[in-house]
């Protein structure tokens, strides 16, 4: 479903994301860890079609995106790190929007319009301007549009910033049942809850290289070399990254705050 | 009040306003050309005043009683129109300095006095005020001073002033929006705004035409003299008159006392700032808190029946057959046009403007065939003008006004050449709207020969298209993601000004243009060479231009837009 290939971003001398290689199956939720400024969200623009790639390419569905964007772009639904949206539309007006650019048929875009504010729990105010609605309400929209198309592969950069607890719930939800049907996910998050438990494999990425690729056992037992010690997500990724430094800082803020 | 608290504020506050102002080479070129046309103007409105007072001067050589009513007269209309100014058009700025600026999140959360944040940004919408009304008026009373050779103090006395009356001003509109803005929610506040400052422009646009139609029957000395025989001396209660007597009472020969209207400016400026400081501590937070409420629901039958439960809801029959990437854009434009007050303010602008030309086109028949051609050409070329000064404003902007929407755009399978196509409809949906009313309202009024209906409107429309199509080339090829065209930002922004203005400037260019073209009937050697066909020649290379222009934006600008599509990132679409 997706696939990167020799995938790199240059901008100026800051090489951003360093031949990526990667390939995400169908019916599969994929997590994309790793600290700010990573590349994370540099990836996703790129496997999405959004930004050209210094070198490499990427496929969706067997469809080159830098090719074909238009096909491939068809093919995808995207939720961005920040909710950016009309303020002037209302959520239908934006979720109609949405419809019409994908061309879908119009009474069943009503339909699942309907529907997907009825799940978010956005029907009484579906009416409003959205420049009315909270950061939490405005990812649920971009949620919204991005499922409207019914597309095969869904990217979302860190889905669960500012959702409430139960929206979260929801949303994860959504997206477990999205790939049951056989639709991809592809998820960046700094929740690391949220890949252990959603995440049928995990990749994690550092300084635009993609440093370890598989599911969680699979990363804990390259991580501990074959051991049989307990280590959490947390540890593994910091000990991935190389912020076990900070667990020190932490120890000593913690005695102090015991004093 | 803690005034060192409001010291660091300020300082911070004009630390900010500098490092703005230091925007690479493109930003300070286009600061440089805004500056120069505020210097050219402030220049013409000097040379202006000073040839009025000069020639009054010379006129009413035998009268100086009358003379001295006059410029009395004349000034205190120059300040009455300055507090008109500030109450309609400023009022504008005003509340985009008291509620809408970003950091006012940041001050009010931290523990800072909130008059103390008011006056603060009170302060800063004042400076922004006077500079402007300085710029407009400041030159008027130096032409004066230059004028009656007034002593050198006079100069300094005029600015002070000016200053406390504009701060009268400001605090009386800041002091009335504080106490407004607990009851209306922001947006509803900047409705009543804009549509009080389009009144206000017809009112002026009603107001000069009766002016003109009087100055028409009498001659200049009569008109002068009417002037003079209305006595605002008499109105000792109005600022204006204060502002006045506190200049001119320093001129001599004037017989009038400075130091009374100094002191009663001065004391109800004052007073007033400090009034509305005061009521401000106490009012502001709640104002601010109203000021971005957007949650206007938008009632519409079709809507209210979707939101039944188990009601079918039917969408209008244009909505349903229109669809794909370009309709869905071009609706989605038209429907923030009409929900965005600032843009359908230059709409009114325009209309305006076009009323104002409709009433005053007039022109005896010329007496030959060339001169004929260049009064029909002329008709022809004025609403194209209006037309790029509209549109500059509106399609000439559109692609840059996705800003930071743009990732929707960027993510959907779509196409430079359909985003193109829905900018450009939309651009010319506001210019035609124009022009076609211009056309239609000067053949009603029917003060001016003109071409047959048919062909004035192809042609009008003809260089409406090309100005649109030109406009959205200009935009897809400069795009500004970061322009935020917003209630009374336009003037503070120097980036956001500079981008509209090289529009303007763009498309004015190419009207001068195609003006030529089209008054090629009227010249001499051209109708000589190309006798009676000269007219339709110049359509036909008019209609050339026209399409050459489309075609050259749908391929470049198409194909940037394609760039921006699979190139995206955020602010810089590059």
Redesign the interface.
Known sequence: MIRAIELSKKYGSNEAVKNLNLEVKAGEVFGFLGPNGAGKTTTI?ML?????PTSGTAEICGVDV?KY???A??L?G?V?D?P???????A??FL???G????IE?SKC?SRI?EFLSLFGL?E?????L??YSHGMRQKVCIA?ALLGEPKVMFLDEPTVGLDPRSARLVKDILRRFADRGGTVFLSTHILEIAERMCDRIGIIQEGQLIAVGTVDELRCKALGGTDQEISLEDLFLKLTGGEEYKELIKHLESEESL | MDFRLLWIIIKRDVKGSLAVSRSGRKGLILTALLWALSIAMVVGIFYGARKLFTFTEVQLQAFPGLRNVLDFNLLNVVAIFAFVMIFVTEMQMIYRMLYELGDLPFLLSQPIPIGTVFASKFLGAYVQVLLTNLMFTGPVWVAYGVARQAPLFYYPVALAGVALATLLACSTVSLMMVAVMGYIPGRRMKQLTITAGAVFGLIVVLISQIASRKMAEANVLDSLQQLGSMSLTQLRYLPSTWLVNMSLGLVPGFGVQALPGALALAFTSLSFTWLTVAVAGKQFLRGWSGASEEGTPIKRAGVRASSRPGARYTRPPLGRSLQGVSWALLKKDLTLMFRDPMTWYNLLVGVVVLVFFVLNVKGDAPDTAERLAIQRGMMLVMPAFMAAVSVGQMGGVSLSLEASRFWLLACQPCTGKEVFRAKMAYAFAAGAVLAVAYVLGVKIVGGVSMYPMWLSLLVVLTMVLAVSAFQVLLDSLFPDFTLRIAFGETKSSGKNAGKLLMNMLGSVGLVAGMAFVLLLPGFKWASRCLGSSALWVSLGILLLMAAGIFALAQRVAASRVDRYLTNWTSGSGS
Not at chain 1, 100 to 103: C, G, H
Not at chain 1, 125 to 129: P, Q, T, V, W, Y
């Open positions: 623009k999405v079609g959004m930004l050209s830098f964007p238009v096909k772009k068809s995808i995207y961005p920040s950016d949206v009309y303020e002037k539309l209302s239908r007006e109609r929007f949405v019409d650019i994908r061309r119009p009503e309907s029907e105010r579906a009416d409003d301007l420049g009315s549009q």
